[in-house]
């Protein structure tokens, strides 16, 4: 084997641990740790900590907090204490984890820190996004071309060892770098400089996955770093001999494991319990037949929870739940946007592109008058800004209108929110005069535009035998999601995850626009869907921060509008008590909608919303099953009806799909509060936005890669989000379940590795629950449950 070939092999070794960082305004939630998925949590942390420095458990006090409040019950906890092997009193050990050492507290080496120092300072110019007036030269040529340019340039950089004089590829700079290591280390030493700067790494990985247009014009890869890496630490003569410590569970990891352990079987077995009793009610009563008023489809997002309890006070409105991005895996072009979007779940290709298309004349002349000029303006005014020849003139001329609007936006934010919206009035929303192009068109190389016909009658038939629809109501709303919030480079990490760290309502009007197709309506009745002539499909998009619904109700006839006169009416209804909730989570005073619309417009509200902070279930089954429940905003709901799925299809799409990328979301969350510091991004009043990439802690270093600390915290000292791995609950045949299990690998890995916990409450067994553990085993909830006690299987047994 050539050593070029090894090296590369090697790499791609090293890169299992790397995880993925997408830019800040596309931010999309991830494990940070989900390079270590394939080992036990227990080891996978540990591994990590030695790795990152992270911590990979909850702290003392988190722990005591959780006791003292009653959510980790003493009867669970000391089952899991015991089965641990330990007999002293909670508290006394609390007092031991407290006083364990923090594997953050070994300080980085003086050649490490000037490295990370050189490297994070070539990193952030040549990766840049468009926000540097100012580009790094030789940036087409990638990476590594672009820093040998430099090196000789730069005075941080010794002029020495293979510093001095850079080999045009970068793989001959990392041999003559590890030449004096044996092959053997080599995998080892470059997941300890891949480890070094993480969010860079996660950054540098995710920019080559993804391959997109920043890519194609300025390549980078792992290689191309690691080379610039080990030449400067060369030129340091720093020692490379990879840490022969391993990452292995100590006495204070595995206290930690039993309370957090207790900690989630008490939140867990008080869901399940609630959501089995509801599925014996069910069975018990009689089934409402009646077709509602109209149903509305929103994200499964946890945020969707609390508006859709309200919503269905309100009147006779039925609501389901479905990934955010509809099931229409599409690039998204705006009327406005300067470049397309991937708007579908990271584990999701693009299989279309679809643009929006102006349909109303006048409307769309009208906003492109008024967007024109305000473009226009902003341009001037950046290009003082950026001039050095015009800067200080432009302050001295413009700098009281600029104090004006300041002190405005800083003491009253909510009545310059109410001043733009009515300065902004004349200019029509581009969803009043634009329509998602649907049409189908061929492309010989890149996504083909639009959808066939056959496309649109598989995405909606996709959609409601996912959710178990046997009925349609007069009006059918697909709900997308967004949030609204100033002056906060984390925007995106509070839209649709399901989206990409973007908008909702595009694709609820993408689905809506294909429902609403004749021949789609036609083909979707001879499979078998009901559809009377009377429904009308139409979109609309939740604001999560103020929980206002805006119906895109252009293209509704006349015969029903009062029906959406009287539907607008209760979502203000719902969102009035949705707010009222959300502000008392909050912590705030005063008219709750009042407040919602001042965090939306305060540019200096650090917490704007709680994105989706709490996060703890996710609940596979019929709405009824959680409609009389209040789930405080902590569970994920998927809408399924097992009888109308016999053959799993539907389970195993709900379980790959929106399961996986709940669990990632749970992760970030977890991960992020355990670890701020290591996994989160720290506090926003300290953040320093860098290229439009990421953020800083001060005025470099290394990308911060997770949530900031007041999306996770209700004050400095009052945390909010509960770090619990996922506990997932699912109304179906366990051996339904089980069979799904068999045929995904990657599920049985997760589960296996205890990354998150799966209860299966089967309808079919007198309602009785059944927890996986491992090796597709599982344990009754109950005595009694019929499992085969041997191989803990479950026996078949008929759908009813």
């Not at 850079?166 to 590890?178: G, K, M, R």
């Not at 998009?541 to 509704?556: A, Q, R």
């Not at 539907?650 to 990632?664: C, D, H, R, Y």
Request: proline share 6%; hydrophobic share 40%; glycine share 8%.
């Amino acid at each position: 084997m050539s050593t070029d070939t090894a090296i590369r092999d090697s790499i791609e070794e090293a890169a299992g641990v790397v995880g993925s960082l997408w830019p800040v305004h596309s931010f999309v939630t991830a494990n940070p740790l989900s390079g270590f998925e394939d080992r036990p949590f227990e080891e996978a942390v540990a591994e990590a900590a030695e790795l990152l420095g992270g911590r990979g458990y909850p702290s003392a006090e988190t722990f005591r907090a959780a006791l003292e409040r009653g959510q980790i019950s003493r009867d669970r906890l000391d089952a899991e204490l015991d089965e641990a092997g330990y007999d002293a009193a909670p508290e006394a050990l609390l007092d031991r984890l407290a006083d364990a050492p923090d594997p953050a507290e070994g300080d980085a080496d003086d050649a490490t820190e000037h490295v990370d120092r050189v490297l994070s300072k070539w990193l952030s110019a040549f990766l840049d996004e468009g926000s540097a007036h100012w580009s790094m030269p030789n940036r087409e040529a990638g990476f590594y071309a672009a820093f040998r340019e430099v090196a000789a340039h730069d005075d941080e950089i010794p002029d020495a060892g293979v510093a001095a004089d850079l080999p045009e590829e970068p793989t001959d700079a990392v041999a003559a770098a590890l030449e004096p290591y044996p092959e053997g280390e080599w995998s080892a030493i470059f997941e300890e400089q891949l480890a070094a700067l993480p969010g860079w790494t996660w950054f540098v990985n995710r920019r080559v996955e993804d391959g997109g247009e920043w890519q194609s014009a300025h390549p980078i890869s792992l290689a191309g770093y690691l080379a610039a890496r080990l030449a400067v630490l060369d030129a340091l003569d720093a020692d490379l001999s990879p840490d022969s410590d391993a990452g292995e569970p100590d006495a204070a990891d595995e206290i930690a494991a039993a309370f957090l352990r207790a900690w989630e079987a008490t939140y867990r077995e008080d869901l399940v319990d609630a959501v089995a009793a509801e599925s014996e009610s069910l069975a018990d009563g009689e089934a409402d037949s009646g077709r509602p008023d109209a149903q509305l489809v929103f994200c499964i997002d946890t945020r969707s929870e609390v508006i859709r309890r309200h919503v269905e006070e309100t009147g006779d409105y039925e609501t389901h739940g479905y990934a955010g991005f509809f099931g229409v895996p599409m690039e998204y072009e705006g009327y406005d946007a300067d470049v397309s979007v991937e708007a579908c779940p990271p584990i999701v290709e693009p299989q279309h592109r679809v643009a929006e298309a102006p349909a109303d004349e006048d409307a769309h002349a009208s906003h492109d008058r008024w967007t024109g000029l305000r473009e226009a303006a902003t341009e001037v005014v950046e290009t003082l800004e950026a001039n050095a020849a015009t800067a200080y003139g432009f302050v001295e001329s413009a700098g009281s209108g600029y104090g004006v609007a300041l002190a405005a936006r800083t003491l009253v934010p909510e009545r310059v929110r109410g001043l733009v919206g009515a300065a902004t009035g004349p200019i029509p929303d581009v969803h009043e005069f634009c329509e998602p192009d649907l049409d189908h068109e061929h492309a010989d190389e890149g996504l083909p535009a639009g959808l066939t016909t056959e496309e649109r009658v598989e995405y909606a038939a996709a959609a409601f035998e996912l959710m178990g629809w046997e009925q349609f109501g007069r009006l059918v709303v697909f709900t997308g999601h967004a949030s609204e919030t100033a002056n906060n480079p984390y925007e995106s990490s509070l839209d649709c995850g399901a989206c990409a760290g973007n908008s909702g309502g595009p694709n609820a009007r993408v689905l809506a626009a294909i429902c609403s197709d004749p021949e789609v309506k036609a083909a979707l009745r001879e499979r078998g869907f009901e559809i009377p002539e009377d429904t009308v499909f139409l979109a609309a998009e939740h604001n999560t921060t103020t929980d206002e619904v805006e119906l895109y109700d252009g293209d509704v006839p006349e015969s029903h509008a009062d029906d959406v006169e009287q539907l607008r009416a209760d979502l203000a209804s719902a969102r009035e008590r949705a707010a009222a909730e959300r502000a008392e989570s909050l912590g705030a005073d005063g008219d709750p909608v009042s407040e919602t619309e001042r965090r939306a417009g305060d540019w200096a509200e650090t917490r704007p919303e709680l994105g989706l902070a709490g996060n703890a279930g996710f609940v596979v089954g019929p709405r009824e099953l959680t409609s009389d429940l209040d789930l405080d905003g902590r569970a994920f709901l998927h809408s399924y009806d097992h009888a109308a799925d016999p053959d799993g299809d539907a389970l195993a799409a709900i379980l790959t799909g929106p399961m996986v990328v709940t669990q990632w979301i749970n992760a970030q969350y977890y991960f992020s509060t355990v670890d701020n510091a290591v996994y989160g991004s720290g506090s926003k009043v300290t953040h320093n936005p860098v290229g439009n990439l990421g953020v800083y802690q001060g005025n470099g270093g290394d990308l911060m890669t997770g949530l900031p600390l007041q999306s996770l915290t209700t004050a400095a000292d009052e945390p909010y989000h509960q770090p619990l791995r996922l506990s997932t609950v699912v109304h179906a045949p366990v051996e339904r379940v089980e069979g799904v299990l068999a045929e995904h690998e990657q599920l049985q890995v997760l589960l296996d590795n205890d990354w998150l916990a799966l209860t299966v409450v089967d309808p079919t067994r007198d309602h009785r629950a059944f927890h996986y553990e491992q090796d597709l085993a599982w344990t009754p909830a109950v005595a009694g449950a019929e499992l085969d006690p041997e191989t803990r299987r479950a026996p078949a047994v008929a759908d009813d």
